[in-house]
């Protein structure tokens, strides 16, 4: 995903409300809204993924967990024609959200706010995402992110299956 591709992405709060800032700088205003108002947050992103006849939907959402006070997530939405395995879609899935956290590291660096990577992929070889689970591993940690998988995945899994 090119920079203008991250811009063009369409964020959403979980009302419906519209984000009409660039992303960057609406999270930039969040943290120094939640900091100024005495929360201790942490971002976790992820992304999921429903098939839906030839169309892959997307969901990616950064989440905003404010520390033992519940939290909040922003959202973009996007769907694919492209016809791809399980392993592609999550590798795809995990693509989206390491973009994202990339373009977002820097800010959440100078607010000194921790930033983890969630993918929904199984743990449990015996499910079919597992397939992705190495690579997606390999990838987010090369990074130099923190990894969470399925169970403690809840941005990927939870939130964004939510949306998706």
Same mark, same amino acid.
């Given at each position: !995903?090119?920079?203008? =591709?991250?811009?063009?992405m ?8 519209? +984000?009409?800032? %660039? +992303? $960057?700088? @609406? ?9 100024? =108002? ?14 839906r006849?030839?169309? $892959? /939907? ?5 989440? #905003?967990v404010?520390?033992?006070k519940?939290?909040?997530m ?9 016809? !791809? $395995? +399980?392993? /592609?879609? !999550?590798?795809? /899935? ?6 994202? *956290?990339? @373009? ?14 969630? =993918?929904? +992929?199984?743990?449990? %070889? *015996? #499910?079919? *995402?597992?397939?992705?689970?190495k690579?997606? !591993? ?6 130099? #992110?923190?990894?969470?998988?399925? %169970?403690?995945? #809840?941005?990927? $899994?939870?939130? @964004?299956?939510?949306?998706?």
């Amino acid at each position: !995903m090119t920079q203008d =591709a991250l811009t063009d992405m369409k964020w959403r709060r979980f009302d419906g409300r519209r +984000i009409e800032l %660039p +992303i $960057s700088d @609406a999270v930039r205003e969040t943290l120094l809204r939640e900091k100024a =108002a005495g929360h201790r947050l942490k971002v976790c992103i992820g992304t999921d993924s429903q098939v839906r006849g030839k169309v $892959s /939907e997307f969901a990616t959402v950064i989440v #905003f967990v404010r520390e033992k006070k519940g939290g909040f997530m922003f959202i973009a939405n996007y769907k694919s024609h492209q016809k !791809m $395995s +399980i392993r /592609e879609r !999550m590798i795809l /899935e995990v693509a989206r959200s390491v973009e994202i *956290s990339y @373009a977002l590291c820097n800010l959440l660096d100078e607010h000194n706010v921790e930033l983890e990577v969630h =993918a929904d +992929i199984n743990t449990d %070889p *015996s #499910f079919e *995402s597992n397939t992705a689970l190495k690579e997606a !591993m390999g990838y987010i940690l090369g990074m130099g #992110f923190v990894f969470k998988a399925k %169970p403690d995945a #809840f941005a990927s $899994s939870a939130c @964004a299956d939510k949306v998706c």
